[in-house]
């Protein structure tokens, strides 16, 4: 393992140990400082050893010194730690903050914060008060709300800390896997992949989520599914893997969305189904992420959307693929009656793809079958069907909003 790995490894380990002790302030503020002082030395170690380095000076203008030039969480992250060793601690504040999502959109959230614990009941007693008598019935029955506690620098006051944090992380873990490739040998797997991590960027242990109209508090997890190694592809599948393998790699956003569009045909062609899936692709098309879903509520999709663009952010992901069938519902009465009750008129197989420049791709199939006990069958594709343009597609406002505002 290369010097600069081992100490890559060091702040994985710092940014468990900053979300473990989220609720500590004394704690969270020491992890905090240590992982600012450690995540700048990843690149001194780099430097010192340029001379066993080929091309140095080629490879690290681009990766790291372009790279990073306008990124303002990088450059505070920067200044954080002069901060740190010349002055003291950053100047940081926590507060708690309660708000009731109905919407994919934030600004849409209504918002009470407090700095003292006992006042949470009260906000949330507040809330819900205030839901129940303006919400109409249709709206009130997916809307949630969401408790949060925060961590601020006031010298990055626009982001929480946390997820500051793991950005930092992935951008010094994408140096080291850059270095990596360019001397001709993969990254050491005992150090964890920015999205090994995830939980801390979506939630440092301090989100919980209460449906409005259930009783309980929940939180938003993902976790890692291992492949089935006695799993036997079918051929069509083979055949896909190969030709996908042995294509050109993609170099926009429509060719990754065809090449996402004839994997999904064929993949519901052979099961018949189609699970939702999301892939982020960075700034040169390369996949960077991966996730699937399953929604059981209206207000599931509120929750994962926000929770995908913290994810986005903390990778600075510029483009994303989601793949989903999607029932089409009779919309006649959508104030008072909830979306799980409206009539389901059609269903459809829909491919989007969305990138931070306003990209936008869609193809859509009609599903259909003929008897309620027959195989499901396609219809012919179908582009940009029903939308304009990408600001149309709004459950993914969050995500592009939060891939521009890293790269603001």
Not at 210 to 219: A, D, F, I
Not at 254 to 260: A, C, F, G, M, R
Not at 371 to 396: M, N, R, V, W, Y
Request: charged letters at 25%; glycine letters at 4%; hydrophobic letters at 40%.
């Amino acid at each position: 393992m290369q010097p600069w790995e081992r100490r890559l490894r060091d702040l994985s380990q710092l940014l468990k140990n900053c979300e473990s002790t989220y609720f500590d302030p004394d704690l969270f503020r020491q992890n905090t400082n240590q992982f600012l002082q450690t995540s700048r030395t990843v690149t001194f170690i780099v430097q010192k050893n340029k001379a066993s380095i080929p091309n140095f000076d080629a490879w690290y203008k681009p990766n790291v010194i372009d790279a990073w030039g306008n990124d303002k969480i990088m450059t505070w992250a920067k200044n954080a730690r002069n901060v740190i060793e010349k002055e003291g601690d950053l100047d940081m504040g926590s507060e708690l903050r309660t708000s009731l999502l109905f919407s994919h959109e934030s600004s849409e959230d209504m918002v009470l914060s407090t700095d003292r614990t006992e006042l949470l009941k009260a906000n949330l007693d507040k809330l819900v008060r205030r839901a129940r008598a303006s919400l109409p019935p249709g709206i009130a029955d997916g809307a949630v709300l969401k408790i949060e506690r925060r961590w601020v620098a006031n010298s990055l006051a626009d982001h929480e800390l946390g997820q500051a944090l793991i950005y930092i992380y992935g951008r010094m873990h994408k140096i080291c896997e850059t270095l990596s490739g360019h001397l001709g040998y993969k990254l050491d797997t005992s150090i964890p992949h920015p999205i090994a991590l995830g939980s801390i960027a979506q939630d440092p242990g301090a989100t919980r989520y209460m449906r409005l109209n259930k009783q309980g508090v929940g939180r938003s997890k993902s976790f890692f599914v291992s492949r089935d190694k006695d799993y036997a592809a079918p051929s069509e599948i083979l055949e896909l893997a190969k030709e996908v393998k042995s294509s050109p790699k993609p170099t926009s956003l429509k060719e990754v969305h065809d090449l996402h569009t004839k994997m999904a045909r064929i993949t519901f062609e052979v099961n018949g189904n189609h699970v939702p899936m999301l892939f982020l692709y960075d700034d040169h098309w390369k996949q960077i992420d991966f996730i699937s879903t399953a929604f059981t509520h209206q207000s599931d999709k509120f929750i994962f959307w926000r929770t995908i663009a913290e994810r986005a952010a903390s990778l600075r992901a510029s483009a994303l693929i989601w793949t989903s069938e999607v029932w089409i519902r009779d919309m006649k009465d959508p104030l008072n009656l909830p979306i799980g009750q409206m009539p389901i008129v059609g269903e459809k197989l829909q491919v989007i793809g969305l990138d931070v420049s306003d990209g936008y791709e869609m193809t859509s199939f009609d599903i259909t079958r003929a008897s309620p006990t027959s195989k499901p069958a396609l219809g012919l594709a179908i582009e940009k069907e029903g939308f304009a343009d990408a600001k149309q597609i709004f459950f993914a406002a969050p995500v592009l909003a939060a891939m521009r505002a890293v790269r603001s």
